[in-house]
Every structure is written in C-alpha cells, then in structure tokens.
C-alpha cells in the first residue's frame, strides 16, 4: 500500500477559540521519512504531535492515521498503540516507581510475558547506555537522566512510527550522541520536533517549519 502513514488536511485548532495555533495546516508522513519539524517556540510543534495521537481534537479539518480517518477516542486507542509519542516533558511519561517498571509498562501492555518484556527492557536500556538503571527510582533522577528513560519507554514498544519532542533537550554531548546513533539506526518514520542543529543536519530527511499556524514551504530536502 502506497497511503502516508500519518496526514493531517486543512487541520485547525486553537486552545483558545480567538487564537489559532494551527491554521487550515497540511501534512504527510511518509514510511522511511524522518521529518525535522521546526519553528519559534510557540508556534505550534507539540500542539501538532498531540493531535496526530488525538490527545487534542481538531476544530476543523481531517486526521487520517495508517490510511484510516480518525476522530473518536475509540480511534486513537489503535494509533496509540501503534505510535510511540516522547513527551517534551518527561514527568508526563514516567509514572512507575523504578525505570524497569516504566520501560516494561509497554511491552507489558501489549501482551509480552515477563520474561519478554525484561529482555527488551534490558536490550533498551543497553543501547541507550543505561546499564545499571533498572532499579533506580524513576522521580530521583536528573532531568536528562529522566528525558532517556523515556525515550527508553518509547522504544521498548517498538512502535511504527515515532513522534519525538525535543528528544534531546537538556541532554549532555554524549547523551545527545547516543539518541543520534539509536534513532538513526531504526527503521521507522518519525516526526521530530527540535531546535538541536545536530539532530536536523544528521537524522532528518527533510525540514518543515511551522510559522502562523502552517507550514512554509519546504526549503530542506536533504
Ligand atoms: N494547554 C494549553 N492551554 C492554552 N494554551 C496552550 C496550551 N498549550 C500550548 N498553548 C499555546 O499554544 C501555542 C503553541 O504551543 P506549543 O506547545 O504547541 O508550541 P511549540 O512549538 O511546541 O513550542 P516550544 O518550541 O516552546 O516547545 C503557544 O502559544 C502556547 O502558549
Ligand atoms: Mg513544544
């Protein structure tokens, strides 16, 4: 099949009904890509990526996810399964006590055994370099600490498609690096909203700028 697995027609939608912050917006995802998405704080990235998992619902406008139209929450229950959703704010993401726990909640969720969902968890916390962190108390750690386990928690559910907010914010050169070498190393489309140059110019394969509620056109096509 040939259809985007993400695409959002004329989408519009404000917090506030007098302020638009999508504006008859249009996007596509396409299998294989990875979309860098910028623009000035404010104008509108994470509000965009909660409406594709229909945390948000649109005032206007059609979402169709994996060539189906979505609109009741009913709907989403199947995109959110199938779409792993990095949270700018990591404290939205991480709700167990240990990081074992949060990064084997997916797994788990989606029906792995134990047994399974541990070997994940422990492949996952090895490729981000975060041996040792199993039993570590989720709301003890740093912030970038915190911003890697839920990365980590996104990535055990080896979801088909990633919608990444900042994922590396507040991370140290080293971190950051390893998020570069993990995400490029995967297959799946992804949608990734950031200001870090080295995450554009290195993983994106192409650029899309969010100014006034839509996209300027495309500029970047790496
Ligand atoms: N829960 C909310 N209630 C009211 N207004 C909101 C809410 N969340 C965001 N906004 C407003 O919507 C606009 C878009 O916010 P959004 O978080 O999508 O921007 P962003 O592009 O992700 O910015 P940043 O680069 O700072 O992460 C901003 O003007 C923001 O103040
Ligand atoms: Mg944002």
Request: with cysteine.
């Amino acid at each position: 099949m040939n259809e985007s697995l993400v695409s959002l027609d004329d989408v519009s939608y404000g917090y506030d009904p007098n302020r638009p912050v999508l504006n008859r917006c249009n996007f596509r995802l396409d299998r294989g890509e990875r979309v860098g998405l910028v623009g000035a704080n404010g104008s509108g990235k994470t509000t965009l990526l909660k409406l594709i998992v229909g945390l948000l619902r649109p005032a206007d406008g059609r979402i169709e996810i994996f060539g189906q139209t979505r609109q009741c929450e009913r709907d989403f229950h199947e995109v959110r399964r199938r779409v792993g959703f990095l949270f700018q704010d990591s404290d939205d993401q991480l709700f167990c006590p240990t990081v074992a726990e949060d990064v084997a909640f997916g797994p788990l969720n989606l029906g792995k055994t134990r047994d399974e969902a541990w070997h994940i968890v422990a492949a996952t916390l090895d490729a981000l370099g975060l041996n040792g962190f199993e039993q570590r108390i989720t709301y003890k750690l740093s912030g970038g600490e915190k911003r890697m386990v839920a990365l980590a928690s996104v990535l055990s559910m080896h979801p088909e498609v990633l919608l990444l907010d900042e994922p590396t914010a507040g991370l140290d050169d080293a971190a950051a690096d390893r998020v570069l070498e993990v995400l490029s190393e995967l297959p799946q489309a992804m949608i990734l909203a950031t200001h870090d140059p080295r995450l554009l110019d290195r993983l994106a394969t192409r650029r899309l700028q969010l100014n006034e509620g839509r996209f300027l056109a495309e500029t970047t096509r790496i």
